[in-house]
């Protein structure tokens, strides 16, 4: 097992609230996911970078502080973003999850992917 798929099995054991989780890395590519199937985990990809990406724009238009983290909810559940050194972790949750515990949990996962001298 490499050491991202190690930090997202870390990532589900101590995390009850995370559903299903993708680590992306800087060119886009899925570094590591726990969906089972490639295609979803790429499309589950995609659509993170993509709100992350909108995110980021309209943020960049009103002049906000770089945006680093984001969750989108829904009567169904969330979607949470962190970004950081140029990778990108994405989860899905149930409904109504305690929001700073989920982004403490995919944080500590960056920072266990983060080599020396990377930020995370």
Do not use: H, W
């Not at 943020?59 to 989108?72: D, H, R, V, Y």
């Not at 899905?92 to 995919?106: A, N, Q, R, S, W």
Request: aromatic share 4%; proline share 4%; glycine share 8%.
């Amino acid at each position: 097992m490499d050491a991202a798929a190690a930090a997202l099995a870390d990532l589900v054991e101590i995390s009850s609230q995370v559903e299903a989780a993708v680590v992306v890395g800087d060119d886009g590519a899925v570094t590591a996911s726990t969906l089972d199937d490639e295609l979803r985990a790429k499309r589950f990809a995609e659509s993170a970078r993509r709100l992350f990406d909108a995110a980021v724009d309209n943020e960049a238009e009103i002049g906000s502080p770089p945006l680093q983290q984001l969750e989108a909810a829904t009567l169904e559940g969330s979607v949470f973003v962190v970004r950081d050194a140029g990778r990108l972790i994405a989860a899905i949750t149930g409904p109504e999850p305690t929001v700073g515990l989920v982004f403490y949990d995919l944080k500590t996962c960056l920072r266990a992917l983060a080599g020396p001298g990377e930020a995370a």
